[in-house]
């Protein structure tokens, strides 16, 4: 069965750097596009970035633009959220997501706290 899981995430002062990963099985993962999205409690989640299967097409929401890079190591079967001068406001969970054959699954997400 398809399974994604997070990991990476935890505790960083304003301005450092997290890197996550998503280790995705059960499906082949080269040929799917695969999502970041984060949550804070209390609001909507929000798309943070989207990678193309083989990379081609990346786009990220405005508020990240600059400052996080998403990638896929297609061997590995992993996607990864490079966040770079992270701010308070990126504190959120964060969770992969992929559509395969009509049906959407996710992670469990990782936290990300940004704070002095």
């Known amino acids: 069965q398809v399974q994604l899981v997070e990991s990476g995430g935890g505790l960083v002062q304003p301005g450092g750097s997290l890197r996550l990963s998503c280790a995705a099985s059960g499906f082949s993962f080269r040929n799917y596009a695969m999502h970041w999205y984060r949550q804070v409690p209390g609001k909507e989640r929000e798309l943070v970035a989207t990678?193309?299967?083989?990379?081609?097409?990346?786009g990220y929401t405005d508020s990240v633009k600059g400052r996080f890079i998403i990638s896929r190591d297609n061997a590995k079967n992993t996607v990864y959220l490079q966040m770079n001068s992270l701010k308070p406001e990126d504190t959120a969970v964060y969770s992969c997501?992929?559509?395969?054959?009509?049906?959407?699954?996710w992670g469990q997400g990782t936290q990300v706290t940004v704070s002095s």
């Open positions: 997501k992929t559509i395969v054959v009509g049906t959407v699954y």
């Open positions: 990678i193309s299967p083989y990379g081609g097409n990346i």
